[in-house]
């Protein structure tokens, strides 16, 4: 008698899991089965037909094995499996959670120095590029995470940020501490400019719009070669100085405090100023959402009609959200840009914006902690590839798992997104508190689509 049953939903169970790998297989032709490389008067094309059929086998395997024991089971082996924890334990953890990682980050470079003393400049400046995507990540949670308003162009702040930078020292010889704060106000500037024509839009116009925005941007910048410097860039970018000591090998600031000269010195200092910066972003953050302009930031984000009606000035609100989010982007542009020594518009594509956008959905919207554990995650995640040297003895010497990490990205979502809707940290602690502080669920916060 059961036999039939079961012989009915391996035969389902193999067909579903046949139409997921031939899916795989068109989808991944171009992708494992093809390579191409630049040779001379043309390309050089590759076939890797193991890894093609490795990975079809790997998406059959997998959905056969859901199918049968979770999706078409009559009982699921995770009906039984129920993750609960106490909310004494979650608000303790939360209260904990925040001091630990600032600790760790305050002594990170040294930590980094004692364990791997003969890698610590690489990891150092993974923690730089890690916290700058935090601060971005921090940036764009005003916009998107608090008021509700989607924008996929805030790579255009970034980039008018460097720019502003760049160009300020190339004409005008104006230091990096200087500039910060003008790159700052004009990328703010930029983010007024936008916030006006978008001001009758929501949802999904209102992410056109910013996408045109961003690509408007760096086409501007691509093409005005007589001021930019175009597809070239530009180079020779002055590093910050420590309190006019620059990190030189003589006269510099090994030799004012009597230290042995060590290029690791620049990058902590480097370190400490996108940590104070990140820092700062996120100090501003939690005072404006405790704010009058922070709460109307959220009320715009439930419901912009109930946010007229009390009297709000939806303008006033959505550009001040626009204008700070891009501020902050373009503090974190100015910092890339000394950082690297050299930009060019290549540097501020779309992709930085839906990686930007990316951390903060993934992290939960409108959580601070959230952006930071997805920072990692997506960030350093992609330095773990690098150090994963098994997987080429599996998919062969050519193998480079880097050149997956949009897949990766995107499996990365499908996941959480399945496992966690609304985020990794998916509760949200009040702005206004009456009598007693009680955390949001997330399935009461709007998801900011403006609607």
């Known amino acids: 008698m059961n036999a039939a049953p079961n012989s009915g939903l391996m035969a389902e169970s193999v067909k579903d899991a046949a139409v997921a790998a031939l899916l795989a297989a068109v989808l991944g032709f171009f992708f494992f089965a093809l390579r191409t490389d630049i040779g001379t008067g043309g390309l050089d094309l590759t076939y890797r037909w193991g890894l093609w059929f490795i990975a079809i086998a790997i998406v059959f395997g997998v959905r056969l094995l859901l199918n049968l024991f979770v999706f078409k089971a009559k009982k699921p082996i995770t009906s039984g499996v129920s993750v609960s924890v106490p909310p004494a334990l979650t608000t303790a953890v939360g209260r904990v959670i925040g001091p630990v990682l600032l600790m760790i980050a305050l002594t990170l470079p040294f930590i980094v120095m004692a364990v791997y003393p003969e890698r610590d400049r690489q990891f150092i400046d993974l923690a730089i ?94 093409n005005w070669y007589e001021f930019t410097g175009g597809p070239d860039g530009i180079s020779g970018i002055p590093k910050p100085s420590f309190f006019g000591l620059d990190f030189s090998r003589t ?69 001040t959200a626009f204008s700070i989010g891009a501020m902050f982007g373009g503090f974190a542009g100015s910092f890339f840009a000394t950082r690297q020594g050299f930009i060019s518009p290549e540097s501020f594509t779309f992709l930085e914006s839906a990686i930007i956008l990316a951390i903060v959905v993934l992290g939960g919207l409108g959580s601070q902690i959230g952006v930071v554990i997805a920072s990692v995650v997506m960030i350093g995640g992609i330095e773990i590839l690098r150090n994963l040297g098994f997987l080429k003895e599996i998919f062969g010497p050519d193998f480079e798992p880097t050149q997956y990490r949009m897949l990766i990205f995107g499996l990365a979502m499908v996941l959480i997104m399945v496992w966690k809707p609304r985020g990794i940290i998916s509760s949200r602690n009040p702005s206004a508190v009456y009598k007693e502080r009680k955390k949001i669920g997330s399935d009461m916060v709007a998801q900011g689509e403006g609607h």
């Not at 008021?147 to 970034?158: I, K, N, P, S």
């Not at 020292?169 to 006006?196: C, E, R, S, T, V």
């Not at 690791?264 to 005072?287: D, E, G, K, M, P």
């Not at 007229?308 to 609100?317: D, V, Y």
């Open 129 to 222: 590029l890690i916290m700058t995507y935090v601060m971005l990540g921090w940036g764009l949670n005003i916009v998107v995470g608090l008021a509700g308003l989607l924008d996929l162009g805030y790579v255009a702040f970034y980039a008018v940020g460097a720019y502003s930078f760049a160009l300020l020292a190339q004409y005008f010889d104006i230091g990096f501490w200087m500039a910060l704060p003008l790159a700052g106000l004009l990328a703010a500037m930029w983010g007024i400019i936008l916030g006006y024509p978008v001001l009758r839009l929501r949802g999904d116009y209102l992410a056109i719009v910013t996408l045109a925005f961003g690509e408007i941007i760096r086409v501007v910048l691509l």
């Open 251 to 319: 006269g510099g600031f090994a030799d004012f405090f009597g230290l042995d000269y060590d290029s690791i010195h620049r990058f902590i200092y480097l370190y400490y100023i996108i940590l104070v910066l990140a820092l700062i972003t996120n100090f501003v953050t939690l005072r404006l959402r405790k704010l009058p302009i922070g709460r109307a930031w959220e009320a715009l984000r439930e419901d912009e009609i109930a946010c007229r009606s009390l009297g709000i000035n939806t303008t006033n609100t959505k550009l």
